[in-house]
């Protein structure tokens, strides 16, 4: 095997350790994130927290404003997300109103 | 000399793939930040968090849910973390109504856990005719991914949505008198309320009038740090103010900034102080 050959060899074998050590070892570290970075149920329970307000203040621009902060495609796209997730982890039912109330209205504005 | 030199080859072969990979990792691409958590938040994110969770308590009044909610932050002492914000808030000019829902929520916390040393009976819950009672059920499960949120669901019909005042126990005035104290830098109403212990209370609302007008509400705990019943107030030198303690029909008048002298009897602007206590 030629010199250059085995040197290849070697810098890949490093670039392999490298990419394991900054991608799973050592990662860059978690800190000062943002609202878009939530796990999908903290979202959908940011969500529900816009939706528990607007359902008694009836304030969809405070909403979207709220709901825009995730930075998704659009408010509607969030809650929709959301509906999605909280159908599927089994909210309760007044919690799915609520989202279902949000979304309802954020249609009627589109 | 031909062997020499191969062996140092591959070692900075290795060394320079390690370098490449790592750099790749860390800087060019690295692991994305999808799936974190609200306690890893940017501060003014979380500042935003913890209002949102507030403002949902000051509709749903769902303190089980909200705490749960604050838990989610990370903060040691949740009740703190939300009177500081709104301490923080109020000092950057921002919206009244945002810094007391804050302090709502902080001293329904606070007095929870007031709770297990509970004031005696006499107190008397301030009656809100337009809140109606309330059914709650615990519901278990509030999304199987995580076990964090606790759903506690308020079934909460058409109430009207108002900043509940906290409940003010009958205290009984204990001192009123002015004092000079220079370290303070500004001339302040100091209130301290205390339990038959001498602990401090969180969340008394004081109210402040100049004269006889209905002026300013705020909360004893709002500023932890010099203790749980510390509230104050800034007052303005030769107007005559008078603080109320709301539901306890204690009235406090007459307090005016006195005029001090300090050791080089150059004259100052001092403060009031007010301790109150329930008589249990």
Redesign the interface.
């Known amino acids: 095997m030629s010199r250059w050959s085995l040197f290849f060899i070697v810098l890949l074998l490093g670039l392999g350790l490298g990419l394991l050590y900054g991608w799973v070892i050592n990662p860059v570290s978690y800190q000062d994130t943002t609202l878009d970075s939530l796990r999908i149920d903290y979202k959908t329970d940011y969500t529900l927290m816009v939706a528990e307000v607007y359902h008694q203040s009836n304030d969809l621009e405070w909403a979207m404003n709220r709901l825009t902060l995730l930075k998704d495609k659009s408010p509607l796209h969030s809650i929709e997300e959301s509906l999605k997730f909280a159908a599927q982890a089994e909210y309760t039912l007044p919690d799915m109103f609520l989202l279902r109330d949000l979304h309802n209205a954020l249609k009627e504005n589109n | 000399m031909d062997q020499n030199r ?1 062996n140092w ?2 070692l ?15 800087v060019i691409s ?2 994305s ?6 306690s ?4 003014d ?1 979380k500042d ?2 913890r209002s ?2 507030s ?2 308590y ?3 009044n769902n303190l089980p849910r909200a705490e749960a ?1 604050l838990e ?1 932050m990370g903060d040691d002492e949740p009740a703190l973390a939300l009177a500081a914000q709104a301490q923080r808030f109020l000092a950057e000019g921002g919206d009244n109504e945002m810094a007391i829902i804050l302090a709502n929520l902080s001293a329904a916390i606070q007095n929870a856990e007031l709770a297990d040393n509970p004031i005696p009976a006499t107190v008397t819950p301030a009656a809100d005719p337009e809140i109606t009672p309330t059914a709650s059920s615990e ?1 278990g ?6 076990p964090e ?1 606790t ?1 506690v ?1 308020t ?1 909460h019909p058409d109430w009207t ?1 108002t900043p509940a005042p906290t409940e003010s126990p009958p205290f009984i005035l204990q001192d009123s008198s002015p004092i000079c104290d220079p370290t303070l830098g500004e001339s302040l109403i100091q209130v301290i309320a205390t339990n038959g212990a001498g602990d401090g209370i969180p969340g008394v609302a004081i109210q402040i009038a100049l004269e006889t007008d209905p002026n300013e509400i705020f909360y004893t705990g709002l500023k932890p740090e010099l203790g749980l019943g510390y509230a104050d107030f800034s007052a303005e030198p030769g107007l005559t103010y008078q603080v109320e303690i709301p539901d306890s029909g204690l009235i406090v008048s007459e307090i005016e900034v006195p005029t001090c002298q300090n050791e080089s009897e150059e004259s100052y602007w001092g403060s009031w102080e007010i301790y109150i206590t329930h008589p249990n």
């Open positions: 191969g080859y591959i900075t072969g290795l060394i320079l793939g390690l370098i490449l990979g790592v750099v790749y990792s860390w690295p692991v930040q999808v799936d974190t958590h609200p890893l938040l940017r501060t994110y935003i968090y949102l969770i403002r949902a000051q509709f749903n909610r989610l519901t499960e509030n999304g199987g991914n995580n949120i759903a669901t079934e949505p």
